[in-house]
């Protein structure tokens, strides 16, 4: 399992403005949040690292390469009342800056999609910030298409 460097997680809690974090030890958190996650048997995670895996006893690669990205997803399955198919949902999805442009976020694209088939969901959904144009024309490119529209609104203590 790869975790950000304490630095990165730095950079992406404050991109986020998340609660105070000098009060809490963001690699235990994010450590627990995912390590909950994988109790579940429809989350998975893929992580890429260049220049990597080796391996040793057991089935998980010895991470002596550089961190490049990663891949997490989970089964929605449909309710009966639902008119719609069980689908894979892209939860995060991040590539390095130098490792943008190379092909990588394909290749985890391509690894999410053979796991939708294996476990039968019909379609692959994921979340874009509006503002994001490069990621929207990548998804785009790869054949995602905008079906909702998804909105949020500030909650105040009035």
Same mark, same amino acid.
């Given at each position: ?6 630095? @990165?997680?730095? *950079? ?9 974090? &000098?009060?809490? &030890?963001?690699?235990?958190? @994010?450590?627990?949040?995912?390590? @909950?996650?994988?109790? *579940? ?8 690292? &260049? /220049?990597? !895996?080796?391996?040793?006893? /057991?089935?998980?690669? #010895?991470?002596?390469?550089?961190? $490049?990205?990663?891949?997490?997803? +989970? ?10 198919? &069980? ?13 943008? /442009? %190379?092909? #990588? ?7 999410? %999609?053979?796991? $939708?088939? +294996? $476990?039968? !969901?019909? +379609? ?12 929207? $024309? ?7 298409? *905008? ?12």
């Amino acid at each position: 399992m790869w975790l950000p460097s304490h630095r @990165e997680l730095e *950079t992406i809690v404050d991109a986020h403005a998340l609660a105070d974090t &000098d009060a809490m &030890d963001l690699v235990a958190v @994010e450590v627990a949040f995912r390590l @909950e996650r994988l109790e *579940t048997a429809d989350y998975r995670t893929w992580i890429a690292v &260049d /220049g990597c !895996c080796s391996r040793k006893s /057991g089935d998980r690669p #010895l991470a002596d390469g550089e961190f $490049a990205g990663f891949v997490a997803t +989970e089964i929605d399955e449909s309710p009966p009342v639902f008119d719609r198919p &069980d689908r894979l949902v892209v939860t995060d999805i991040y590539v390095r800056e130098p490792y943008r /442009g %190379t092909g #990588l976020a394909h290749d985890l694209i391509d690894r999410v %999609t053979k796991r $939708a088939r +294996e $476990a039968t !969901c019909t +379609e692959l959904v994921l979340e874009v910030g509006v503002d994001n144009d490069r990621a929207i $024309a990548f998804y785009e490119k790869r054949g995602f298409e *905008t079906d909702r529209r998804r909105m949020t609104m500030p909650v105040d203590s009035r």
